[in-house]
């Protein structure tokens, strides 16, 4: 038995949650298009794209742990890449939020887009290093590095919807919003 087995539920889950947020993403994002304020593809670069990338990547972890590997070394250096692609990622990430006029950002927004997704790849890496002597803990390690980034995303895709229904289109309207609660 190697240490990937009896996982298959679990990714089955857990990567068909992350294709259905993408379409349903593309779809919110199609709807709330209509008219996109000024520099909106500056906040979709900081906000909106990490959200796609953060479920694609849900995705491939689990089609990378549902490929019928005989032991876990292939497997490690895949998690290894794609958590140290995303600890890049997300620190151009950081740079987009900061750079971004659009929106100031919130501590809740530097959480969710820059801590948590960094721990959750952070994870990722460190489960690589893991599995060559811990292999079983380190399927635990990158399954709740999966499930964060899938509930990350899933908190700001909301995140993103409740501000474009309940600011943005006040804004468009000439309404003052009320003020956001985050700070």
Known sequence: MTALEGWENFY?????SAGALIGLQFVVLTLIAERPPLRAAEAGAAFATPTIV???VVLLLSAIVSVP????GIVSVLWGLVGFCGMV???????RLRV??????????WLFHVLLPLAAYAMAAASA?????????ATFVISAAALLLLFIGIHNAWDA?????LVSRWKQRGIEPPTRSKE
């Open 89 to 95: 990622y997300t620190l151009v990430v950081a740079r």
């Open 129 to 137: 290093f893991m599995a060559q002597s811990l292999a079983r803990p």
């Open 12 to 16: 089955v889950i857990v990567g068909s």
């Open 161 to 165: 919807v409740t501000y474009h229904v």
């Open 100 to 109: 971004q006029t659009t929106y100031k950002p919130v501590f809740e927004d």
């Open 54 to 56: 953060h479920f694609g």
């Open 69 to 72: 590997w005989s032991g876990t």
